[in-house]
């Protein structure tokens, strides 16, 4: 049980530290909102995590059916969606903190942005069918295999936070100008995942 833990454990560690569209999406959301905001986030990402989980355990052979009928839907889907929010996120000024006037905004919008970001991203359904159909074979047991799947994603949310709680700390050493040039840059990483998430239906049209 404890190796089970620990593997746990390094896998979502490594998953953390995946520098995709969700990563860029908490880090801003820390340096403009504050790290609770960033962690809101996180906890969408994690919490649509543990749907994927819970139906790749329990109904494998089912939802691979289902992605498999689906998949060009639920990559245009996540192309317009990721293109709105990286053109939104580019042309959107920074804030300035001496200023005091950053506007406020509920908390569901920020779990929800990181429930859409994780769920319109084919990639993270796959890469849990493929996980979860090795840890399955390579467990004795289901107890361990939920221990394993507990461990990875709290192991995912602990490390989300600190992501969260660094980014807000050097905050103050980003003047409006760096904060600007920090929302360019992550509103074209947006763009840029949309499109290598449309590619392939791209591909099949060509």
Not at 34 to 60: H, N, P
Not at 93 to 119: C, F, S, W
Not at 130 to 144: I, R, T, Y
């Amino acid at each position: 049980m404890i190796q089970t833990i620990i593997k746990g454990y390094l896998t979502g560690l490594i998953l953390s530290l995946s520098f995709g569209a969700g990563f860029f999406s908490l880090l801003h959301a820390s340096i403009e909102q504050g790290y609770k905001k960033g962690l809101l986030v996180a906890l969408g990402m994690v919490l649509s995590d543990l749907f994927f989980v819970t139906l790749c355990i329990f109904g494998a052979s089912f939802v691979e059916n289902q992605i498999k009928e689906l998949d060009t839907e639920i990559r245009i889907v996540g192309f317009i969606a990721l293109i709105i929010l990286g053109i939104s996120t580019f042309l959107k000024k920074a804030n300035d903190p001496e200023a005091g006037h950053v506007q406020p905004r509920g908390n569901l919008i920020y779990i929800m942005k990181g429930v859409m970001l994780n769920t319109i991203n084919p990639f993270t359904i796959l890469f849990w069918l493929g996980l979860a159909a090795f840890v399955k074979s390579s467990m004795p047991n289901m107890l361990e295999v939920v221990v394993f799947f507990s461990v990875t994603l709290g192991a995912m949310f602990f490390n989300q936070f600190i992501i969260c709680y660094s980014a807000n700390k050097v905050k103050h050493l980003l003047s409006v100008q760096k904060q600007q040039l920090l929302n360019h840059i992550i509103g074209v990483v947006f763009v840029i995942v949309a499109f290598v998430l449309v590619w392939p239906v791209v591909q099949k049209i060509i």
